[in-house]
Structures are given as structure tokens and as C-alpha cells.
């Protein structure tokens, strides 16, 4: 279905068309005419499906820009989705003039206040600091026509729900509700059930839901061989952008230490992490300016980047919709993505429930072999070359000294010792990853039974990585409590990631 075709205002169809949109995608083809008819909606899609679109261009759609009540409340779990969401709706609706503002902890409470003021139409924001707001009567929701829950499996899992329900008891009665969800457990059919009025679900399939475009793929390794392994698989499958998730905090700065000692471009962010220093990875990484984000579950919710090429799991999860999460940001508009997933010989059962959930089996990828990997590393050095040739205007200063060089040894022996001085064997930069308590050891059900299956190396394939669910439930709550408590600090964390200069043809290292 194209835009066209739907009955919206012409200043959002120009907005749509001047972001590049033409067809709708499934969800936003299914909701949007529900959502125009006033229909209390549940949608279950993950990030990446264009959701943010499906509610938010008929929510402007209905917006009286010259009223100055609230009209549409869309509550999200984290400041980052939240974020991202009021920047698209305010893409959106700029023609039109649709105001819209964002509320989240770890910000100053009092600049939100003087925004609020101002008289949005929307308002986007985390429950804790939307109650924070309510309580000090500087947001009023006594005019909202629409509420909308993103992402309501992760406030229930986050432990939102009683936030909800202080914030929906601020509303009138008579109003639209939409959720969205990634899954859909019993809980969050509760939910509905209590907060909605004769609900239409819309439902995107399976094989819509677990990407078919993202090649899914899993290493068996021990503990110790998964770092040097990872990075032996760099410098085969030369990501263009990746996320690494590791299961702690702990995890997340030792591995982007690690990455950043063997001189790959790296950051990492988890639940310590200054909602600046936060914000400013984030930037860099959206921007290119980062090869590799590694981050905790916690950390990376909510997040929408585009152009991710691969997903790497360090650890994998013990809940499996953590899993769809994470490979769902791969594969986006179009592309083709890549998840590799390191599994330790215990945590195989772990694999075969992920696979009963997205109905699609991981294939196991073979370490890569040492000439594949000088094979990779060379690439990137001819990559390197190529690319200060053609853009490093100030070659000519090595005049002198070039022709010195040529004129004692021949250009190959010279082009030899550049490439064994760039090219180093990883047991020059020795890594060390502290062990994680393992997850718990457990046999598989029988509806949850996998398939085993041995495969040959692709070098351009990958697969995933996890969190302990009870540790990850406790730091979901920590890492929120800000939000759920106005003004105090958050509790984001990111490490600094170093990465290889392109132009000082700083190679990452061999295994």
C-alpha cells in the first residue's frame, strides 16, 4: 500500500515523501486505517518495522495544532526510544506544525518544565519521569484523546506496569489506547485486557517477526577462545558497522578494553554510563564515526540504528526474546544483516529454545583459519591504501624520503616489511576476559527441542549473545530508577572505544 492511498493530511504525505517513504510497511498498512477509525489497537512488531510511524502519523494526523491540551501521550521504557520517537513524530509533523515534546530522567527537570509550557500537542516520555511531571502538575493529561505503550513487553519486564496504571488513572476515561510489543506473553495480554476496549490485533507473521533477511549463525567455543575468536571473525567478515552485547557491565568494559588494545574502533555503553557521555556514543556510532558498540541489553533498548551489518552475541541470553531484540537491529529497510552467536558447550540447550521461538535454525560457523584471516587483514590494508591515495593531499612530503628507500631496496621488499610491521599476530596484544558465572544447566523440553546440524565457515556469517534474565530484570530496575525518580542521576553507562585511524593503516590484529 502506498501513502497516497491512505486518507492522511497533505502536509504529513509531504513529510513521508520527503524522508523517501512511498509503501507502507506491514504493521503501518494494518494499523494506520484502525488507528484513523478511533480503534483501541494491539501491534506486535519489533523495532525497525516502522511502528513509530504506524501510531504517530494518525495521532498528527488527528492533532488540532490550534488547540494547546495534550492530545496523544506515548509512554516508552527507555529515554533513547523516547527520544527517538519525538524526533521522528516531530519530522513527521512539521509541516504541520504539530508540537511535540520529550520528558525522561537524567535530564534537567526544570528546562522540561519551561518546554512544557510551551503548549505541546504530543508528549513522549519514560513513566518515571512523566509521574514525576504529574505530580508537580506540569503535565496535564485531562485533554488526551490517545495513549500509546511502546515497546509494553519491556516495561513489563522493566516493572512499569503500576507507573502505567498511575499515569492512565490521570487520564479520561473515554480515550484510544495502542500497544506495541516486539512479544507477546500472557502478561501483556493482561495488560490489555485491563487498560483497552475491544482491541484489534495486528499481528506481523512469524517470518516477518524473526528477519528473514538476517543470516543467523553460532560458534561453539569455550569461555577463554570467544574473545580471539570474535576478533578473528572481523578481520574475516570486515563488519561495516556491529553491536556487541555482553551479558554484564563488567563484560561490556572489559571487552571494549580488549577491542580497543588490538586497535579497533570501539566504544561500549551499559547502566553506569552519564546520560551525556551516553548520548555522545550514541552520536558517534549513528554517524560512522564507530566501528563497534558493545553494550548490555539494558543499554542498547530502544535503540533505533540504521545500517548495522552485524550482531554479535558474546553472551548469549537466557531469555529468548532478548534475542530477537538484539538481531533485530540488523536487517533493516531492505539489507541483509548478519548475527553470530558464541555458545559454550553447557549453554547449548540455551540456543535450541531461541530457535523453537524464531522458527529458524542458526548454522554453525567453523573458526576461521589462519590464511583467512591474513587474507581479511591484507583487504583492509589494500582498503587503506586506496582510500589515503585518494584522499590525503599532502603525500608528497614523503618525497624524499621514498626515493631514499628506493633507491636501497626494491618497492617489493620495502611493500613487505610495511605489511609485517602493520600486520601483528594477536599474541602481541594478549586479551584477557574474566570468566562470567555461567547459565544455569538445563534440559531442553521437548517442545522446545532443536535440531543439531554441521555446516562449513562462509566468511560472511555470524550469530549472538545474551544476559542472565534474573540479573538483567535487576538491572533494568536500577538503570530506570531514574526515570522513576525524577531529577536523580541516571545510571547509563559507556565505555570509551579507541579504534584504528584508516589513515595510519593501524591493522587489527591477528590471532
Partial sequence: MKFKELDLDPRLLSAVNEAGFEETTPIQAQTIPLVMTGDDVIGQAQTGTGKTAAFGLPILNAV???????????????????????????????????????????????????ALKNHPQIVVGTPGRMLDHINRHTLKLGNVKTVVLDEADEMLDMGFVEDIENILSNVPHEHQTLLFSATMPKPIMKIADKFMTDPKVVKIKSKELTADKIEQYFVKAREFEKFDLMTRLFDV??????LIFGRTKRRVDELTRGLQARGYNAEGIHGDLSQDKRTSVLRKFKSGKLDFLVATDVAARG????GVSHVYNYDIPQDPDSYVHRIGRTGRAGHSGVSVTFVT???????????????????????????????GQLESVKEDI???????????RFDSAVEELLANYSAEDIARVFLSETIKDAESVPIKIAPERPLPSRKVSHSRSGHGRRGKYNHHRGGGNGENNHRRRRNDRRDNHNDKHGDSKHREHDNKRNGRSKKSFKIRTNL
Fill in 64 to 114: 488540532d495544532t490550534q488547540s494547546s491540551n495534550i492530545q496523544a501521550l506515548i509512554i516508552s521504557p527507555t529515554r533513547e526510544l523516547a527520544i527517538q520517537t519525538q524526533e521522528e513524530l516531530y519530522r513527521l509533523g512539521s509541516d504541520k506544525k504539530v508540537k511535540v515534546q520529550c520528558v525522561y530522567g537524567g535530564s534537567d527537570i526544570r528546562r522540561q518544565i519551561r
Fill in 237 to 242: 567478515q570486515a563488519p561495516e558497522l556491529a
Fill in 303 to 306: 535503540l533505533d540504528i540504521s
Fill in 345 to 375: 558447550p553447557n549453554e547449548m540447550s540455551y540456543l535450541r529454545t531461541i530457535e523453537n521461538l524464531t522458527k529458524k535454525r542458526m548454522e554453525p560457523l567453523a573458526p576461521p583459519t589462519d590464511k583467512e584471516v591474513l587474507k
Fill in 386 to 396: 586506496k582510500d589515503t591515495l585518494e584522499h590525503d593531499k599532502h603525500l608528497d
